[in-house]
């Protein structure tokens, strides 16, 4: 058994060096694989879903209209006679507007809620009008100022607590409509549609 000689100064540092280096070249790689390679696929996945979602929506809406098995003037399996029989109950007054609903656009409005805190509460509210018909537009847009104001008076004296869950929502929605229906009259508007609401 003989005892190994130590290697000379020389040799050790050679050998050190060799590790070192190797060490530092798996670095390298495990550093370019993780902060060049691995972000680029990200970004080529994120932008691949991004293309899919946004460019491939208009083949299926065509697809599925094409297959409800209407015949040439869009009448259906039922027929044209088939409306407002019993048997499907078309016989109310129902919300569907149709393709003949007639919308009117208010400006957007911006109040301050009543509140008892130090910092004003702001409401931002955009909403559009469906009206019963057509002609009532041009009594609104003559009426506008009156309907602003109406607007505005109920809308400065709502309390935070009185927007929040659907049912504030849907007072809100209710309260718009008589105060507007109110400010046109004869005039008749049959529903509020928010298109933005934004409270800070």
Same mark, same amino acid.
């Given at each position: ?21 190797? #060490?530092?070249?798996?670095? %390298?790689?495990?550093?370019? $694989? ?7 696929? $990200? ?17 299926? /809406? ?7 098995? /209407? ?6 399996? &039922?027929?044209?006679?088939? &409306?407002? /029989?019993?048997? &499907? ?5 129902? &919300? ?18 009543? @509140? ?9 509210? @955009? ?5 019963? %018909?057509?002609?009532?537009?041009? /009594? *609104?847009? @003559?009426?506008?100022?009156?309907? *602003?104001?109406?607007?505005? *008076?109920? $809308? ?9 869950? @659907? #049912?504030?929502?849907?007072? $809100? ?24 609401? *934004?409270?800070?």
């Amino acid at each position: 058994m003989a005892k190994e000689k130590p290697k000379p100064e020389g040799d050790r540092e050679e050998g050190d060096g060799e590790k070192a280096e190797g #060490a530092k070249g798996r670095f %390298n790689l495990k550093f370019i $694989l993780l902060f060049v390679v691995a972000p680029v696929l $990200l970004l080529a996945v994120a932008g691949g879903g991004a293309y899919f979602f946004l460019f491939s929506g208009g083949e299926s /809406t065509q697809t599925a209209d094409a297959g409800h098995g /209407t015949d040439e003037h869009g009448a259906g399996e &039922h027929g044209a006679d088939d &409306h407002g /029989t019993d048997e &499907h109950g078309g016989g109310g007054d129902g &919300h569907g507007g149709g393709a003949g609903g007639a919308f009117f656009d208010l400006p957007e409005i911006l109040v301050n809620l009543n @509140s008892t805190a130090d910092r004003p509460t702001f409401l931002k509210l @955009s909403v559009a009008l469906e009206l019963k %018909n057509p002609e009532a537009g041009a /009594t *609104i847009e @003559s009426l506008m100022p009156r309907v *602003i104001d109406n607007f505005q *008076i109920y $809308l400065r004296e709502l309390r935070l607590e009185d927007l929040q869950g @659907s #049912a504030g929502m849907f007072r $809100l929605k209710e309260e718009l409509v008589r105060r507007v229906n109110l400010a046109i009259a004869p005039a008749e508007v049959k529903d509020v549609l928010f298109k933005e609401m *934004i409270i800070q």
